[in-house]
């Protein structure tokens, strides 16, 4: 994998940003995001995809991109 600095994409919890690493896996054409500590149960979170993100030709977002999701039971 190839690893993404910045923040230009955010995970984050009950408005706290999620620690962690992002790279992205050439092989799959994916973008990983490996927590620092495991996510937590029964939680709802968001995932921000911010303007200044890029593709390899430079390319950026015009506006935020977002999209939430809820951690399951344990």
């Given at each position: 994998?190839?690893?993404?600095?910045?923040?230009p994409i955010?995970?984050?919890?009950?408005?706290?940003?999620?620690?962690?690493?992002?790279?992205?896996d050439l092989?799959?054409?994916?973008?990983?995001?490996?927590p620092t500590?495991?996510?937590?149960?029964?939680?709802?979170?968001?995932?921000?995809?911010?303007?200044?993100?890029?593709?390899?030709?430079?390319?950026?977002?015009?506006?935020?991109?977002?999209?939430?999701?809820?951690?399951?039971?344990?």
């Open positions: 994998p190839v690893d993404l600095y910045g923040n955010q995970l984050l919890v009950e408005e706290s940003t999620v620690q962690g690493k992002l790279s992205f092989n799959q054409n994916a973008i990983i995001f490996q500590e495991p996510l937590l149960y029964n939680k709802d979170y968001s995932i921000k995809v911010l303007p200044e993100f890029h593709d390899v030709s430079g390319n950026t977002f015009i506006v935020l991109h977002e999209w939430q999701f809820k951690s399951l039971n344990p």
